[in-house]
């Protein structure tokens, strides 16, 4: 069944809701909340004489339940901005894609996913599976040095250090590899919070060998690492 749907953004936001034509031919929020949206069909039996001029009027078997309305929390305005600035990063850089995501920290809403490449229109061919794919909920990233926060909450947390803890930097070598600091920085003797402050590779993965790994693993997990999350988006993909 064909339904209606007005976007009057068009374009914008247009891999994250999604298009809806129908159960089989719908992606993105279109058809992760199709079942909310949609409400349940109803049932009736309709009464007839062997008069064709007459009828014994309807017996509704099941009443109709109409869909629930839904509001986002995606801001609109701030979409089309990282839209925009993405896609002119993705032209000076020349990349092959990229996205943006902006969380509320106070609570986890998300207020913007802009991700290229991206449809240019309502009307852009259904057929360009990259371009109606939201790399935001679909693709997965290393964590970078946002890490170090979880790291440090497992060794905090274990007693492995405190916030005092000083690790001599100078010493990179781990044996079969060596860990550097970015851009060439040499740090030497720091504190856990000096090296929050330098974001340091060495003082991280130092310390971080006085964990069990099967402890550590669990704390990870225990922060939803390796999890979906719980955005209604059907193809996202674990941590």
Known sequence: EQCTRIYPRDEVG??????????????????????????ASGSATLLKSGDPLR?????VVEPAIDGASLVLTIDAELQEICETQLARAVEEYRAVGGSVLVLDPSCGDILAAAS????????HPITDIPAWTNRNFSFQYEPGSVFKIFTAASLLGSGAVDTATIID??????????IHE????DYHRLTLMEA???SSNV?????????????????????GFGQRTSAPYPTEQRG
């Open 14 to 39: 247009a891999s994250l809701v999604g298009y809806y034509r129908g159960v089989k031919n719908s992606c993105g929020l279109e058809l992760g909340l199709d079942p909310t949206l949609s409400g």
């Open 55 to 59: 009828s014994l009027g309807e017996v």
């Open 116 to 123: 290229w490449p991206m449809p240019a229109s309502r009307s």
């Open 169 to 178: 930097c100078n010493d990179k070598n781990f044996g079969r590899f060596s």
């Open 182 to 185: 970015a851009e060439g920085h």
């Open 196 to 198: 929050f402050t330098r």
């Open 203 to 223: 003082y991280f993965a130092r310390a971080s060998l006085a964990l069990q790994p099967a402890d550590f693993y669990r704390d990870l997990q225990d922060f």
